[in-house]
């Protein structure tokens, strides 16, 4: 079983949780599934405007798929959103 599967059952039980969907976009783009986890940033976004790392793993996701102006939307929001937040402290790759 991969993180992506527990992230996956995680979100059977709470659709609603940000961090779940995030976590599971974080683990997508580790497997190369940059569409799907931009599905699931966006989602941790919505669910949770403020949610800084949420915007920034979004960003990097889009700048992967190329969309560098949406992505660089969303660093800014992220330098916005937080300013304790260092990208790479939280989760070890």
Do not use: I, K, W
Not at 43 to 69: D, I, K, M, N
Request: aromatic letters at 10%; charged letters at 20%.
């Amino acid at each position: 079983m991969q993180a992506a599967d527990y992230f996956e059952q995680a979100l059977s039980a709470d659709p609603t949780h940000p961090g779940a969907h995030n976590n599971l976009g974080f683990a997508l783009r580790a497997l190369s599934r940059s569409e799907e986890a931009e599905d699931h940033f966006r989602q941790a976004c919505a669910l949770q405007p403020g949610f800084a790392e949420a915007h920034y793993t979004l960003g990097l996701s889009l700048r992967t798929l190329g969309q560098a102006v949406e992505a660089a939307e969303q660093f800014r929001y992220n330098a916005e959103a937080s300013t304790h937040f260092q990208p790479g402290a939280t989760r070890a790759e």
